[in-house]
Nanobody
């Protein structure tokens, strides 16, 4: 059974930091690029950051210089370090496993709420 379990969300003041984690089980971690998406109320789900199995990263323009994605192959976990948080970063953040093989299945986590407010 495949599971992606996010943690680390919460309420933080503007300018603060949070670190999200996504622990994967039931998949061969190295066969997946890992991504973080977010969805704010009334808005479409958007890609925040991604990291390939080789460690290459990409970021949405809105988070470049503030967020950092990383992965730990020994713990089958992907992280999103979020600094200098802004109210517009408020959203539910989802972990997404994207297979490197066309025949592979894609998986979503259940999401974790991040609220940036004073």
């Amino acid at each position: 059974q495949v599971q992606l379990v996010e943690s680390g969300g919460g309420l933080v003041q503007p300018g603060g930091s949070l670190r999200l984690s996504c622990a994967a089980s039931g998949i061969i971690f190295s066969n997946y690029a890992m991504n973080w998406y977010r969805q704010a109320p009334g808005k479409k789900r958007e890609l925040v950051a991604g990291i390939t199995s080789g460690g290459s990263t990409n970021y949405a323009d809105s988070v470049k210089g503030r967020f950092s994605i990383s992965r730990d192959k020994d713990k089958n976990t992907v992280f999103l370090q979020m600094n200098s948080l802004k109210p517009e970063d408020t959203a539910v953040y989802y972990c997404y496993a994207d297979p490197i093989y066309l025949s592979g299945l894609r998986y979503w986590g259940q999401g974790t709420q991040v609220t940036v407010s004073s």
